[in-house]
């Protein structure tokens, strides 16, 4: 269980980006964080696993105080939670495999790791990965030969070796077609749903919403204006989050 | 019609625009004309301070027409200041740019029937560099000399005899004036060769005897069926300028015969020529890869997205950044004049100027590369708990690797170019060998090393493009 209490967070430049945001995560939740661009939906995902340094408040995971954490605890932390990122985040001139062992780093052993040496299981478990995405016959492939879609793939199998309790996911399929974001996060519902393993995921298309989340909340200017089931999500919800003149659009394709 | 403008831009070129608001174009009309103004009274008052220049006319003070072309540029400037939407800007640049071109024309010196007369002087050059100084027919040498005084001093000394080489050779005098003539009577050669001989003047250089028959032709014996010669020869003169034509001085004559042994073998400018490509190469690979290990620390220095998080780093960037800008406008060449002072002549001298001009050069290159590398590859590696060692090797390195080699290679191709021409100050290499070659007009050790420098060049060139087509 992921409990966010009162969480506050002002950049250096004086952008206030989260204010007060406080909810709960119950385990096996796919929660969706919704909101307008800038609203602090990446900011907030980053401070779960603080990449994001958050200015106040207090994140508690299975009653270990994330907030509280350094340096070697927090990485052990870390290592628990996926994240994939809207831009992928893949070393494209490396190889797949690589970008894929590279999600293994937490628990490999520092001075191999520095070398390229990876233990035959944990290569063995890299080619899982990309067996269960489907794209195993590109673990040799430079990752900037793939196509948009497979590189994000990549970025799951990379999640999946840190055999994650919690995956954050911003924007998964912002950088995407419409057609290859629910190949994506159909992906993401199957470890939802077989591991277990909770999932706090960003969207944009309030289809999606609908189609994965299993509770929502939504940000505007840093605040939480709504907590609550995807089919509560009515026209005047709507307005609300994303303002009067929004108008709703659709990925399409529904799956 | 804006009289007022008009009357400032009469009294003051530009005034005028500049008052009405149309600042640039004001003092660009007051720039120009003042410059044109300088050019012509630089040009036409005599011993002006630039007594020395070149220009043809210069002095003259009968050339007031040259201010012709500033009086236009004046009258239009009124005509500007008038029109309310100013005249059309091309008209002064024409008079202006037309004047600028005849006088850089004059300075310039620029004769092309200079250029075109010279026909021969080209063929002097061309025709030994047709025949580069690299290989040599291989032969055997064997040469004899025999040493007398020239003029003759007060007590004549003894006809001289030596052997050498087997070749005894014996003088009909031991001295002699300078056109008179002496026979040499030889042992000891090989009857099969013909023998050429070779006068060397007191100072060591060596010259060959010409044929007095043809003037064109060197001078050949050929010995007789025993071995043995006789001929009789003019003594050359050969006394160098400056020195007393009625000091005795050592002369000697040398014997020489060359036998064909059959194949070909490096001449001694070939020697040169490879020692110095090899010198050269050295330096280039030395140079390079010293300026790579200290240019990425300093890289690091430079990089923006590294240094511009406090005051403190951001003031070092900024002294790195200024350093690198400056030391690589400097030219390799005068950086290497400066080492040649320090160090002495040598590689050493070239090795350390490239070097310096290869830190400045990569520094920059590296640190644009550290700017521009993706920060996400970095931030995933700390998402999954990599410790800040583990974020360098697996999100930073393999971003900067590769281009970094790549830029390596480019550069020693690039230093394997500054390496031969820092020679020609005294660092060392294939130029140093070239510019002594150049100046002692010997064209054919000259074309040699042209051609030993195109071809390491091109294949450098080959090189860098394949491994760096790899690093892609």
Same mark, same amino acid.
């Given at each position: 269980m992921?409990?966010v209490?009162?969480?506050h967070k002002?950049y250096?430049?004086?952008? +206030?980006?989260l204010? =007060?945001?406080?909810?709960?995560v119950? =385990?096996g939740?796919f *929660?969706? +964080?919704?909101?307008?661009s800038?609203?602090g939906?990446?900011?907030?995902?980053?401070?779960?696993?603080r990449?994001?340094?958050?200015?106040?408040?207090?994140?508690?995971? =299975?009653?270990?105080? +994330?907030?509280?954490a350094?340096g070697a605890e927090?990485?052990?932390i870390?290592?628990?939670?996926?994240?994939v990122?809207q831009?992928?985040? *893949?070393?494209?001139?490396?190889?797949?495999?690589?970008?894929?062992?590279a999600?293994r /780093?937490?628990?490999a052993?520092?001075?191999?790791?520095?070398?390229?040496?990876? @233990?035959?299981?944990?290569?063995?478990?890299a080619?899982?990965?990309?067996?269960?995405?489907?794209i195993?016959?590109?673990?040799?492939?430079r990752?900037?030969?793939l196509?948009?879609?497979?590189?994000q793939?990549v970025?799951?199998?990379?999640?999946?070796?840190?055999? @994650?309790? *919690?995956?954050l996911?911003?924007e998964? +399929?912002a950088?995407?077609? @419409?057609v290859?974001?629910?190949s994506?996060?159909?992906?993401?519902e199957? /470890?939802?749903?077989?591991?277990?393993?909770?999932v706090?995921?960003?969207?944009h298309?309030?289809?999606?919403?609908?189609?994965?989340?299993?509770?929502?909340i939504? /940000?505007?200017?840093?605040?939480?204006?709504?907590?609550?089931? @995807?089919?509560?999500?009515d026209?005047?919800?709507?307005?609300?989050?994303?303002?009067e003149?929004?108008?709703?659009?659709?990925?399409?394709m529904?799956? | 019609?804006?009289t007022?403008?008009?009357?400032?831009?009469?009294?003051?070129?530009?005034?005028g625009? %500049?008052?009405?608001g149309r600042r640039g174009?004001?003092?660009?009309?007051?720039g120009?004309?003042?410059?044109?103004?300088a050019?012509?009274? #630089?040009?036409?008052?005599?011993?002006?301070?630039?007594?020395?220049?070149?220009?043809? %006319?210069?002095?003259?003070?009968n050339?007031?027409?040259?201010?012709?072309?500033?009086?236009l540029?004046?009258?239009?400037?009124? #005509?500007?200041a008038?029109?309310?939407?100013?005249?059309?800007g091309?008209?002064?640049l024409?008079?202006?740019?037309?004047?600028?071109?005849i006088?850089?024309?004059?300075?310039?010196?620029?004769s092309?029937?200079?250029?075109?007369?010279?026909?021969?002087?080209?063929?002097l050059?061309?025709?030994?560099?047709?025949?580069?100084?690299?290989?040599?027919?291989?032969?055997?040498?064997?040469e004899?000399?025999?040493?007398?005084?020239?003029p003759?001093?007060?007590e004549?000394?003894a006809?001289?005899?030596?052997?050498?080489?087997?070749?005894?050779?014996?003088?009909?005098?031991?001295?002699? !004036?300078?056109?008179?003539?002496?026979?040499v009577?030889?042992a000891?050669l090989?009857?099969?060769?013909?023998?050429?001989?070779?006068?060397?003047?007191?100072i060591?250089?060596?010259?060959?005897?010409?044929?007095p028959?043809?003037?064109?032709?060197?001078?050949l014996v050929?010995?007789?069926?025993d071995?043995?010669?006789?001929?009789?020869?003019?003594?050359?003169n050969?006394?160098?300028?400056g020195?007393?034509p009625?000091?005795?001085?050592e002369?000697?004559?040398?014997?020489?015969?060359s036998?064909?042994?059959g194949?070909?073998?490096l001449?001694?400018?070939?020697?040169?020529?490879?020692q110095?490509?090899?010198?050269?190469?050295?330096?280039?690979?030395?140079?390079?890869?010293?300026?790579?290990?200290?240019?990425?620390?300093?890289?690091?220095?430079?990089?923006?997205n590294?240094?511009?998080a406090n005051?403190v780093?951001?003031?070092?960037?900024?002294a790195?950044r200024?350093?690198?800008?400056i030391v690589?406008s400097?030219?390799?060449?005068i950086?290497?004049?400066?080492?040649?002072?320090?160090?002495?002549?040598g590689?050493f001298?070239?090795?350390?100027?490239?070097?310096?001009?290869?830190?400045?050069?990569?520094?920059?290159l590296?640190?644009?590369?550290?700017?521009?590398?993706?920060?996400?590859?970095?931030?995933?590696?700390?998402?999954?708990g990599?410790?800040?060692?583990?974020i360098?090797?697996?999100g930073?390195?393999?971003?900067?690797?590769?281009?970094?080699?790549?830029?390596?290679?480019?550069?020693?191709?690039?230093?394997?170019?500054?390496?031969?021409?820092?020679?020609?100050?005294?660092?060392g290499g294939?130029?140093?060998?070239?510019?002594?070659?150049?100046?002692?007009s010997?064209?054919r050790?000259?074309?040699?090393?042209f051609i !030993?420098?195109?071809v390491?060049?091109?294949?450098m060139?080959?090189?860098s493009?394949?491994?760096r087509?790899?690093?892609?």
């Amino acid at each position: 269980m992921l409990e966010v209490r009162n969480l506050h967070k002002v950049y250096p430049n004086g952008t +206030v980006a989260l204010t =007060d945001v406080s909810f709960r995560v119950d =385990d096996g939740e796919f *929660l969706v +964080v919704i909101g307008l661009s800038g609203s602090g939906k990446s900011t907030l995902l980053r401070c779960l696993n603080r990449l994001i340094e958050p200015s106040q408040g207090q994140i508690l995971w =299975d009653g270990v105080d +994330v907030t509280a954490a350094s340096g070697a605890e927090l990485r052990r932390i870390r290592r628990h939670i996926g994240m994939v990122f809207q831009q992928f985040n *893949l070393v494209k001139r490396s190889s797949v495999l690589t970008n894929v062992l590279a999600g293994r /780093l937490g628990f490999a052993n520092p001075w191999l790791s520095l070398l390229g040496v990876w @233990p035959p299981s944990d290569r063995a478990m890299a080619l899982r990965a990309l067996e269960r995405v489907g794209i195993r016959d590109k673990a040799e492939a430079r990752a900037d030969a793939l196509s948009g879609g497979q590189q994000q793939r990549v970025g799951i199998a990379r999640a999946l070796m840190q055999e @994650p309790k *919690l995956i954050l996911a911003d924007e998964p +399929v912002a950088s995407l077609d @419409p057609v290859l974001s629910h190949s994506i996060l159909q992906y993401l519902e199957q /470890l939802n749903k077989e591991e277990k393993i909770t999932v706090i995921c960003s969207l944009h298309f309030l289809d999606l919403v609908h189609r994965y989340a299993t509770r929502v909340i939504a /940000l505007k200017d840093g605040k939480v204006v709504f907590t609550g089931l @995807p089919q509560e999500i009515d026209k005047a919800r709507f307005k609300a989050i994303y303002g009067e003149d929004a108008v709703e659009v659709r990925a399409g394709m529904t799956a | 019609m804006d009289t007022l403008p008009a009357l400032a831009s009469l009294l003051l070129p530009g005034l005028g625009q %500049f008052l009405s608001g149309r600042r640039g174009r004001g003092l660009s009309v007051f720039g120009v004309l003042a410059l044109m103004l300088a050019l012509v009274w #630089w040009a036409t008052a005599p011993a002006a301070g630039f007594a020395e220049t070149t220009i043809a %006319f210069k002095g003259d003070p009968n050339l007031w027409w040259w201010l012709i072309a500033p009086a236009l540029v004046w009258a239009w400037n009124v #005509w500007d200041a008038a029109r309310p939407g100013g005249a059309p800007g091309w008209l002064p640049l024409l008079v202006a740019g037309g004047m600028f071109a005849i006088f850089g024309w004059q300075t310039a010196e620029i004769s092309p029937s200079t250029l075109l007369q010279n026909g021969d002087r080209v063929m002097l050059i061309i025709r030994p560099m047709l025949q580069p100084d690299f290989l040599q027919v291989r032969a055997e040498e064997r040469e004899g000399w025999v040493e007398l005084l020239v003029p003759c001093p007060a007590e004549a000394p003894a006809a001289p005899s030596n052997t050498s080489d087997g070749i005894a050779l014996e003088l009909s005098a031991g001295c002699a !004036a300078v056109g008179q003539e002496l026979t040499v009577t030889g042992a000891g050669l090989r009857p099969d060769t013909a023998a050429e001989f070779i006068w060397q003047s007191p100072i060591g250089d060596f010259f060959p005897l010409r044929d007095p028959a043809d003037p064109q032709q060197f001078r050949l014996v050929q010995p007789e069926a025993d071995g043995s010669l006789q001929a009789a020869f003019s003594v050359p003169n050969a006394i160098p300028p400056g020195i007393d034509p009625n000091l005795p001085q050592e002369q000697r004559l040398y014997v020489r015969q060359s036998r064909p042994l059959g194949g070909w073998e490096l001449s001694t400018n070939g020697r040169f020529v490879l020692q110095g490509i090899y010198e050269t190469l050295s330096v280039a690979l030395m140079s390079t890869a010293l300026g790579t290990l200290l240019a990425i620390p300093i890289s690091f220095l430079a990089a923006r997205n590294l240094m511009g998080a406090n005051p403190v780093t951001l003031a070092i960037y900024v002294a790195m950044r200024t350093l690198l800008n400056i030391v690589r406008s400097i030219e390799s060449l005068i950086i290497a004049i400066i080492f040649v002072v320090i160090v002495g002549l040598g590689p050493f001298a070239g090795m350390l100027a490239v070097t310096v001009h290869t830190v400045a050069a990569l520094a920059k290159l590296f640190s644009e590369l550290i700017e521009g590398i993706d920060p996400g590859p970095i931030e995933a590696m700390r998402a999954v708990g990599g410790d800040w060692l583990q974020i360098i090797r697996y999100g930073v390195v393999p971003q900067i690797v590769p281009p970094f080699t790549a830029f390596t290679i480019y550069r020693l191709e690039i230093n394997v170019r500054a390496s031969t021409i820092v020679g020609l100050v005294g660092g060392g290499g294939i130029g140093f060998f070239l510019i002594q070659w150049i100046n002692l007009s010997d064209f054919r050790a000259v074309s040699a090393s042209f051609i !030993a420098i195109l071809v390491i060049v091109i294949f450098m060139d080959q090189f860098s493009a394949q491994i760096r087509k790899r690093l892609q």
